[in-house]
């Protein structure tokens, strides 16, 4: 196989690779299932081979991550992703019959749908998850029979390394090519002529991305994140629902997409829930200053901006409750109470183990306030009244929404995953992601006979008739 690129800085060089990826993808179109399934099943084994490889790269790039932390949250989703595609993608590339309309249908005519290859297609992934997010979204991608460029983070160097490598001994350039490289390499990148272009990261960074890509005209899928929200109703098991929101709050050291970072809690529970909470974390973390297990920040850059975060807050009459001592890039999580709306922790994405906690007296006042801010990639939801899980459902607009449960709908292949507004466009996972990818196209064949000749001129007194029937109401 070729040789990784390394460090690429030149659009030329990106350029070349797009070209021959695009060169090649004219060639075989329509790659078959096979092919598909081989492709797969090359990702398949360089993930399950270099397993341990990546969970070494992934723990030097944070400074700390357990093993079981990449295994679970990096290394299993991802097989999980490309053993579903390859379970299905036979049925998923399947012709999709379609009704002709009356009277072309009687007539023989016949629709249908076929799910084409769009071509070549950019990711752009990002360092919380680098190797879920890397490869992940690839599995749909090659279902769809496309070739793939992937710019992974220059903030975790080792991983971006070792799947650079690993891709390289698996996969020609043509099909599959990894551009390692900074700030400068992603923005040519993202100014590539790609069939469709995948980027994971902030709102912000999403923004300059789309401009990016713009001149091209490029279809983007963008994972932004955003303000989560999470809404514990009346009807709640607070312990449990407490025990679930500092769990998904400590995963990553709170790096993760999908973290709340608004808890809505009954006044007249506040207390009680910050009492779960501080017990939640005591529980997972007995010393939480020394365990090997909590993650840390990625940089003592994004270490600061927490700390900041939290002295912004006080400073305008908020109370920081810390749940252990920071030091350097090990930041414990932290509660955050009586925040006001000028608080920066209210305006932007945490991305760490802040938790705002927000008393509410009535569900309605929350979906306003929910509404009037942009819409985020995921909203939960505590309690067990059905009525509020409608209201909720069908009153907000988010990527998705959870009940009962934090990130697990992530997980599910057989649901789409993505955001909607400031959190995002576009959806992958399972067929959702299939057909993403994808190029519906309209085939439409009509019938021996030429029942669309009575349109044709002259115009006939009984063509008059029947527009004149058809036009009204």
């Not at 075989?28 to 270099?50: E, G």
């Not at 879920?132 to 070739?147: H, I, K, T, W, Y």
């Not at 069908?394 to 400031?422: K, Y």
């Not at 959806?427 to 044709?456: C, E, T, W």
């Amino acid at each position: 196989m070729n040789q990784a690129i390394n460090s690429l800085d030149t659009t030329v060089d990106l350029a070349t690779i797009l070209s021959a990826q695009k060169s090649a993808q004219r060639e075989d179109p329509y790659p078959s299932a096979l092919v598909r399934v081989d492709r797969l099943d090359r990702v398949i084994d360089l993930v399950v081979r270099n397993e341990q490889k990546f969970c070494d790269a992934v723990h030097a790039d944070f400074g700390n991550r357990s093993i079981i932390n990449t295994q679970s949250l990096d290394i299993m989703p991802v097989l999980q992703a490309f053993k579903h595609a390859k379970k299905h993608v036979s049925h998923w590339m399947k012709t999709e019959a379609r009704k002709s309309n009356f009277p072309l249908g009687l007539l023989g005519a016949k629709s249908k749908v076929e799910y084409l290859p769009l071509g070549v297609v950019g990711n752009i992934s990002p360092w919380n998850f680098p190797v879920q997010l890397a490869l992940m979204p690839l599995a749909d991608v090659f279902a769809a029979g496309n070739r793939t460029m992937l710019k992974p983070s220059e903030l975790t160097p080792s991983t971006s390394r070792l799947l650079a490598e690993t891709v390289a001994e698996n996969f020609n350039q043509d099909e599959f090519a990894v551009i390692e490289g900074g700030v400068d390499v992603a923005k040519d990148f993202a100014g590539l002529a790609f069939d469709h272009l995948i980027f994971t990261g902030s709102t912000q960074v999403g923004k300059l991305v789309a401009s990016s890509a713009a001149p091209n005209l490029v279809p983007m899928t963008l994972e932004l994140g955003g303000k989560n929200p999470v809404i514990i109703s009346e009807s709640a098991d607070l312990k449990l629902a407490a025990e679930k929101i500092m769990w998904a709050k400590t995963m990553n050291g709170g790096q993760i997409c999908l973290c709340p970072d608004t808890v809505y809690v009954g006044r007249a529970r506040l207390n009680e829930f910050v009492d779960h909470c501080k017990g939640a974390v005591k529980a997972m973390f007995p010393d939480i200053e020394h365990d090997a297990d909590y993650t840390h920040i990625i940089s003592q850059r994004h270490a600061d901006r927490l700390a900041d975060l939290c002295r912004d807050a006080e400073d305008k009459g908020a109370t920081v409750i810390s749940l252990g001592s920071s030091d350097g890039c090990r930041v414990p999580p932290s509660l955050i109470l009586n925040a006001s709306n000028d608080c920066r922790v209210l305006q932007e994405e945490i991305f760490g183990g802040l938790l705002v906690v927000a008393p509410y007296d009535k569900l309605d006042k929350v979906i306003d306030t929910i509404n009037s801010g942009e819409r985020p990639l995921v909203l939960y939801y505590f309690g067990k009244s059905q009525t509020e899980i409608d209201q909720v459902t069908f009153q907000t607009m988010s990527g998705g929404l959870v009940v009962n449960d934090l990130i697990a709908h992530c997980l599910q292949e057989n649901l789409p995953f993505g955001g909607v507004g400031a959190s995002g466009s576009g959806a992958y996972h399972g067929f959702d992601g299939f057909k993403n990818f994808s190029h519906a196209k309209a085939v439409y064949q009509q019938s021996k006979f030429d029942p669309l000749k009575m349109i044709r001129p002259p115009f006939s007194t009984g063509l008059r008739g029947y527009i004149a029937k058809q036009i009204k109401k």
